[in-house]
Every structure is written in C-alpha cells, then in structure tokens.
C-alpha cells in the first residue's frame, strides 16, 4: 500500500471516531492496540496521521473532582508501552542516552543480545521513527487536551532534551523543541509538580551542557507560565538549590544560562533579591585566584577551579542588575561596586563585567537623572571609569 492510501484511510477513520467524542471508550482501546505496531511506520504521512489519532483517543482522558474512573485508555499505561524501546535512540557525539537519562526507566528492562552492526541500525532507525510519532502525538495533545497537562508526560521530558540538540536529523530535532516549547507553556496541575521538578532535575545533572542549557530555557518558561502553582516556599527553595550549583559549571554556556535563568525569576519576581543569595555570589566571587602553572592549571583545586567559582559569583551579581532593568534595587550600589572589582580579572570575567555596567548604562540612560541620586560622588566616579576603554588614553 502506499503512503496516500494508508494517510487518507485513517483519517477517514479518525473522522468517524472523533464524531462519537467519548462515547466510544471500547472503540477507543480496540484502535490504540492496532495502532500499537504501526507507530514506527517508514512513512512521514502516515507517522503524522497515527499521531493525530493518538492525540484524539486520549483527548478524553479527563480526571473529574470526585469523580469515578473513566473508561477511556490511560495515557500512563501508554507512556509505559513506549519508554523501554527509546533506550535505543541513537548516540550523538561523546552523549548517550544512557548519560542522560540515568534516571528516566522507571521498570527494569531485561539486558539485550549483542545484534550485528545492520540489526542496530535498523534498531535505531525503528526507535527514531517511533519517537517522532510520539512527538507528533505530544503536539496535538498540549494544543487540544482539556486539562492540564498530565504527571506522567514529564517521564518523557529527558528524551526529549536528549533529542533536541541532534544534528543529524533534523525533523527530529525540530520536532523536540517545538514539544519542549508547547510543554513549557502548558499548565501545571498540583500533582505534576513534583514528576516536573523530578525530570528537569534528571536533565540539569546530565553530561550534555546542550540539554542543560535547553532545560534552564525551558525550566524558566515553565516557571513563569506556572508562576502561582510553583511559587510554594518548597518549590522555590528547591528551583534554587537545582540551579545554583549550575554557575560553578565547568562550560561557560551553562553558567550564562544560569545567569539568564536567576535575572528572569528575579526580574518576576519569583525569586527575591535576599542578602543571602547576595551574599552567596559575593563570596563565590572573593575566590582567590592562583597563580598558573604550567598544565596544572585545570587542576580540581587549581587555577581552573577558582576562576570558574570567581565568575559564577561575578555571573550571580550580573543577574542581579540585569533584573531591575528600569529601576535600582536598594543593594544595586553595592553590587554594582563589588563588580567593580572584577574589571581587570582574567576572561571571561573581565569581559562579563563590562557587558553588566554597559548594559546597566544604556537601560538606565532615559531617567539617569533620578537614579543617580541613588550613588555616592565616589561611586559614580568608579562607575564612570568603568565606562571608559582602556585604550582611550593609549
């Protein structure tokens, strides 16, 4: 059969179940269990019509308030059916998907005979092409589900970052980051906080700094489009802890996505610009630097180590300007005169400190009348100096 016969039968047929809504829950499991071998179908239309169908029999999974169980297939035990086959989606580069989702398999998987190279390939290509009907399915489903988003899809999540940085395919990649964008801005329920909070978590501690740096974008958007439902004293406590420890990060682009990730919750406030986290930064910032020697300088307790630990806190104060783009906060002077400190450290942070007081100029230039009231002679003199290049007097 070809590609157009099987697309317009099926959605014949899902024309006809839709018209009977969720009158037909028998219909609906007898349909999921023939679409169950098909999923990794090698045709796109038809891969993108059975997730179509997908979204359609699920779309009445709907908990009522003290309601009896429905009858309608459970998206968890469907989700359970798909997780043990995307072990074999294919490796990129020095990641695995192994190194990432080291915490994701929820039932233990018996162990695999050694297949010949062209088995597992074919194996790949299969769990590929079933992944991509899951997203398809995952696309119609935020768009048109009636509820928020359930528990359960966040088991998914780590896959999905896994999958959002791979080059080689790349209907596969755009797939990914246009599911993550569409779960990001979905709305919670209060039971899926914890599953959520649990998936991020998993990706924030892979090896891939591309899904980390992916997870603190879509961790934020979560945030803010969930801004009530995570915004108990527990969750916000711990949404610190996952992210903090990130600007001490080895990869310098996952500590500036932490920093872009602490200036848009302090700019919502979500969080609170606190002496504590200030006083954090600062002391991470105060690490005194070694001298270098030689190719020791990467060293655990080395010159590497404290420079990375010197610019997270100088990264940390960063953000804690940038949030207040049209205002100064009561610590602003402060913080901007301990950045003042850095401006001749070594790269990168030399460089993040001129950026910060640059930018901090330019957003505060329209009211610079008003909010220079809120520095001392002597400040303003060092913050003017910032300004200057160090080859104006060359």
């Known amino acids: 059969k070809g590609s157009f016969k099987d697309t317009a039968q099926l959605y014949l047929l899902q024309g006809a179940v839709e018209q009977q809504e969720w009158r037909v829950p028998a219909l609906h499991h007898a349909l999921l269990q023939q679409l169950k071998p098909y999923l990794s179908h090698s045709y796109k239309l038809v891969r993108d019509r059975i997730g179509s169908i997908l979204s359609t029999i699920f779309l009445f999974e709907i908990k009522l308030p003290n309601g009896k169980s429905h009858l309608q297939p459970k998206l968890t035990d469907f989700i359970d059916f798909v997780l043990p086959q995307l072990e074999s989606l294919p490796k990129k580069g020095d990641d695995t998907i192994d190194g990432l989702v080291f915490k994701a398999a929820t039932t233990a998987n018996p162990p695999k005979l050694e297949n010949s190279p062209a088995d597992a390939k074919e194996e790949t290509e299969e769990t590929v092409r079933l992944f991509k009907t899951v997203l398809n399915w995952m696309l119609g489903h935020t768009k048109e589900h009636h509820q928020p988003l359930s528990p359960s899809i966040f088991r998914l999540l780590p896959y999905i970052f896994y999958c959002e940085s791979y080059d080689d395919d790349k209907e596969l990649e755009a797939l990914s980051k246009t599911a993550l964008s569409f779960i990001a801005t979905s709305s919670l329920l209060t039971e899926s ?56 990060s080895p990869r310098l682009e996952v500590r500036e996505s932490g920093c872009e990730f602490l200036r848009r919750l302090l700019q919502c406030g979500y969080f609170s610009l606190s002496s504590s986290l200030i006083d954090h930064f600062e002391q991470l910032a105060s690490t005194e630097l070694s001298k270098r020697k030689g190719k020791s300088t990467m060293g655990k307790n080395g010159f590497g180590k404290a420079l990375v630990d010197r610019h997270a806190g100088v990264l940390g104060l960063a953000s804690c300007i940038k949030a207040y783009p049209y205002s100064i906060p009561e610590a602003g002077p402060d913080i901007l005169m301990a950045l003042a400190d850095h401006v001749n450290d070594p790269a990168p942070i030399q460089e993040t400190v001129r950026k910060t007081v640059a930018n901090f100029k330019d957003t505060h230039r329209d009211d610079w009348e008003f909010h220079k009231k809120s520095f001392t002679e002597d400040q303003l003199a060092i913050l003017s100096g910032l300004l200057v290049s160090p080859n104006y007097y060359v």
């Open 193 to 248: 906080v914890k599953p959520a909070l649990e998936a991020i978590e998993t990706v924030l501690q892979c090896p891939s700094w591309k899904a980390v740096c992916a997870a603190l974008k879509f961790f934020a958007d979560l945030v803010l489009r969930n801004f009530f439902v995570l915004r108990r004293d527990t969750c916000v406590s711990r949404v610190r802890e996952m992210v903090l420890p990130l600007f001490q």
